[in-house]
């Protein structure tokens, strides 16, 4: 059974910081990897997704790495601002075609100005 | 940009009294999906729904919830019965073959 681990529960930065979120996953058979952000009493929105066959995505600050072999993904969060403040949330792929997600607990993040 | 939209944004229901979560997928998207995020805990799989069947099911997903498309766009789950620990945030998340899932903005359901 797949479970999915985020590390840290919480992380408060400074302004400009460079940052990473770690996830870990027991099952490496998994399909992809999808990053979400998460605004209190919100929705999820998606930021990467990383597809079995790929190692890393970026978007804009972003940038998400995949190994599957160890059970582990990053998110790094490059100059960090306020406005990144949010909790993040993992997301492995079953690898069965319904594709449903199996989600870590989250990281929140604060990033004082 | 497309989205995954949810009505109502919040309901507040009698425990006992039946319910229907409703969910407007993205034109193009093929599997459907229910999660529910209760207040403080990890967004949990419900259901998949994929060529009008349902595709998965988790344990949480009894007899007391059911899902359809009644009109070939609308995406809805019914919950029977609510109970007190239904009370939850219930996002609807869609995606096509090869893409990533979007989700909705959610609707927050409160049993009393």
């Known amino acids: 059974k797949q479970e999915v681990t985020q590390i840290p529960a919480a992380l408060s930065v400074p302004e400009g910081e460079n940052l990473v979120l770690n996830c870990s996953f027991t099952?490496?058979?998994?399909?992809?990897l999808q990053w979400f952000r998460q605004d209190p009493g919100k929705g999820l929105t998606s930021l990467l997704l990383?597809?079995?066959?790929?190692r890393e995505q970026t978007s804009g600050r972003l940038n998400a790495s995949l190994d599957k072999s160890s059970g582990r993904s990053t998110l790094y969060i490059a100059a960090s601002q306020p406005g990144d403040s949010a909790t993040y949330l993992c997301?492995?792929?079953?690898?069965?075609?319904?594709?449903?997600?199996?989600f870590g607990q989250g990281t929140t993040l604060q990033v004082k100005p | 940009e497309p989205e995954v939209t949810q009505t109502p944004s919040h309901q507040v229901t009698q425990m006992g009294q039946e319910v229907i979560l409703r969910c407007v997928p993205i034109?193009?998207?093929?599997?459907f999906y229910w999660y529910r995020q209760i207040l403080g805990q990890k967004v949990e799989f419900l259901v998949s729904?994929?060529?009008?069947?349902?595709?998965?099911k988790s344990e949480i997903f009894d007899d007391q919830f059911s899902v359809e498309r009644p009109d070939g766009s609308n995406f809805t789950l019914k919950i029977r019965s609510t109970k007190l620990e239904d009370s939850a945030m219930y996002f609807c998340?869609?995606?096509?073959?090869?893409?990533?899932?979007?989700f909705g903005q959610g609707t927050r359901l409160t049993v009393v």
């Open positions: 997301a492995a792929w079953g690898s069965s075609n319904t594709g449903k997600l199996i």
């Open positions: 099952d490496s058979a998994i399909y992809n």
């Open positions: 729904f994929y060529n009008n069947e349902i595709s998965e």
């Open positions: 034109s193009n998207h093929l599997y």
């Open positions: 998340a869609t995606r096509s073959l090869h893409t990533e899932a979007f």
């Open positions: 990383i597809q079995s066959s790929q």
